[in-house]
């Protein structure tokens, strides 16, 4: 009995260490943990290979708990990643690189407007440089609606960002003002060009929500007037993990 | 599946394997350290290295955790280790609630997240500095076997090979390596502190994905309730010590002082640690870290916020 203790409790450290070495060559990563991790992930994953195979050489009396719990993850994390992505019809893919100034800028209607993500543009407003903030920009994220809103024609735009992990992600964005919000649907991935000005509420804080994401940092004072809204395939990788200061932007 | 219910069961699933796979590390490195201790560490050596005295010893606690910094996942597996080790349980339980936050990379992270607000992370170190000497001094009144839950010190007692473990694994013998033995050590540590882990981040999973984003909204214009709905969070998201300064400044509409509560009772009390602690302490034990922490952050959070705003 000990000698199959040992067997399956070793075999689950080795399962898991390959599956995390496995999933730092995933293109879904980025899902769970900001990519920077890939590292320690992998180191991690190395480690637990080598001490899970240490373990299966030695006799141990099964713990039918321990063994329980970590198969009932190994399933829910299984199917997890399996799963398709309910909130997202993102391929997975590498990051889109931003490489020199000129790419960094889209020209409409003659005038040109700099690609930036909605965390970046959160710190232009809350610095306050005027500048910047004369600046026209073109940002992506998703439309997130309510009645209160569709009234005085605005949506909210959010694009989640991760600091470390899933766990802890922030939900950023502006309030847009645009001719006809109702004709973006809830969720729906839009690009938005325009101009950050002040757009103090008339509502409370707007009742918007992410499934499964507590905290957000929807500005209060700031948004975005929009001189085009178009709708746009979502990114191959949804999630803010980069806040640049300059062009080119991580847009 | 029904959309819905595809929806809750992704999110959770993802919340539940992120948290794992960012404190999977750590937690590793917690148990490797703990079992290197445990091969090449006799007891008596490390007696002697740490002051006996209820004062020294807090103290002791307080400095090695800025010297031998560790996440409070990868604490708490060292922290049984030295305890079996007759480490005296004021000094290791201070060192426990300090290390994980009482470091330059979390004080870092805390400074850039507050974009230089110097105050929160004095604020930060002081709150953690106060709670971790005052939970060590209470907790240096009982014997440290009493910390242990009464399985474990029964095995140390009667069980335990040379170096008080009862693992199967021949830590000093001539039969094996002590390396060989040590690394095999750590699997079962990683192992034993991992189900602890795994159902704290089952707990979360299911509050982050059912529980309204709204909710907090609540509590933001009274103090009273921002910090007690902040600390609330805190337990309940069990976000790890480096990125926790990051979430709370995303709250920018809750007072400082609640902003403060977040990042302090985090890294010692949240639902992953509490699994954690029940697993290695006892009962009584388990309920002085989860209600002295709470009680003394929760208070001077709202003294600090009164006074300073």
């Known amino acids: 009995m000990s000698k199959i203790g040992g067997l399956i409790e070793g075999g689950i450290v080795v399962a898991l260490g390959l599956a995390m070495s496995a999933l730092v060559r995933a293109d879904n990563y980025w899902l769970y943990l900001h990519p920077k991790f890939k590292w320690l992930t992998l180191t991690a994953g190395i480690i637990l290979v080598l001490v899970g195979t240490i373990a299966l050489l030695y006799n ?7 063994i329980v719990i970590f198969l009932t993850f190994s399933t829910l994390a299984s199917i997890g990643y ?11 893919g590498p990051p889109e690189e931003v490489s020199s100034k000129k790419e960094s800028r889209i020209v409409l209607d003659g005038e040109e407007y700099i690609k930036i993500n909605l965390g970046e543009l959160y710190a232009i407003s809350e610095k306050g440089l005027d500048e910047k903030r004369a600046a026209r920009y073109v940002a992506r ?15 909210v735009l959010l694009r989640v960002f991760i600091w470390c992990c899933f766990a802890d992600a922030v939900a950023v964005g502006f309030r847009v003002q645009c001719d006809q919000p109702a004709k973006f649907l809830d969720g729906q991935w839009v690009r938005v060009y325009g101009q950050l000005q002040d757009l103090p509420s008339q509502l409370a804080e707007p009742t918007v929500q992410v499934k499964g994401i507590l905290s957000k940092a929807l500005h209060k004072t700031d948004g975005i007037v929009a001189t085009r809204v178009e709708k746009v395939e979502p990114p191959p990788i949804p999630f803010m993990f980069e806040f640049r200061k300059s062009e080119p932007y991580a847009y | 599946m029904n959309t819905a219910l595809h929806q809750d069961f992704y999110v959770f699933a993802t919340v539940v394997t992120a948290i794992f796979l960012e404190a999977a590390p750590f937690l590793l490195l917690g148990a490797l350290v703990s079992s290197l201790l445990e091969v090449y560490c006799p007891p008596e050596r490390i007696g002697n ?12 606690g307080l400095v090695a955790g800025m010297l031998l910094p560790t996440c409070e996942c990868g604490v708490v597996p060292i922290v049984r280790r030295l305890l079996l080790k007759k480490v005296p349980s004021h000094a290791a339980i201070t060192y426990m609630l300090a290390a994980p936050v009482i470091n330059p990379i979390v004080l870092a992270s805390t400074y850039v997240a507050f974009r230089g607000d110097i105050r929160m992370v004095l604020g930060r170190v002081g709150l953690v500095a106060l709670t971790a000497v005052t939970v060590g001094l209470s907790l240096g009144r009982i014997n440290q076997f009493l910390v242990l839950p009464q399985g474990e010190a029964s095995d140390m007692n009667h069980q335990q090979d040379s170096v008080g473990c009862d693992c199967g ?6 039969s094996q390596p002590r390396l060989i033995g040590a690394l095999a050590h750590a699997a079962w540590e990683f192992l034993d502190m991992g189900k602890y882990l795994i159902l704290g981040c089952f707990a979360a999973g299911l509050i982050k994905t059912f529980l309204p984003g709204t909710f907090l909204a609540v509590f933001e214009n009274n103090l009273f309730l921002a910090v007690g709905g902040m600390m609330f969070l805190a337990v309940i998201v069990s976000v790890c010590s480096e990125a926790d300064s990051f979430v709370a400044a995303s709250f920018w509409s809750f007072p400082k002082a609640a902003q403060l509560s977040f990042v302090t009772i985090g890294p010692m009390v949240d639902l992953k640690l509490i699994m954690m602690y029940a697993g ?12 002295v922490p709470t009680l003394i952050i929760y208070l001077a959070s709202i003294l600090l916020g009164t006074i300073v705003g």
């Open chain 2, 280 to 291: 290695v302490f006892q009962r009584r034990v388990v309920l002085i870290l989860i209600v």
């Open chain 2, 49 to 60: 290295f740490v002051p006996q005295g209820r004062i020294t010893g807090v103290l002791f």
């Open chain 1, 141 to 155: 994220g998703i439309v997130k609606r309510n009645p209160e809103l569709d009234e005085i024609g605005q949506f």
């Open chain 1, 82 to 92: 399996f799963l398709p992505n309910p909130t997202s019809s993102a391929t997975s």
């Open chain 1, 60 to 66: 141990r009396r099964p713990n039918l708990s321990r």
């Open chain 2, 169 to 174: 694994v021949d830590h000093g013998g001539d």
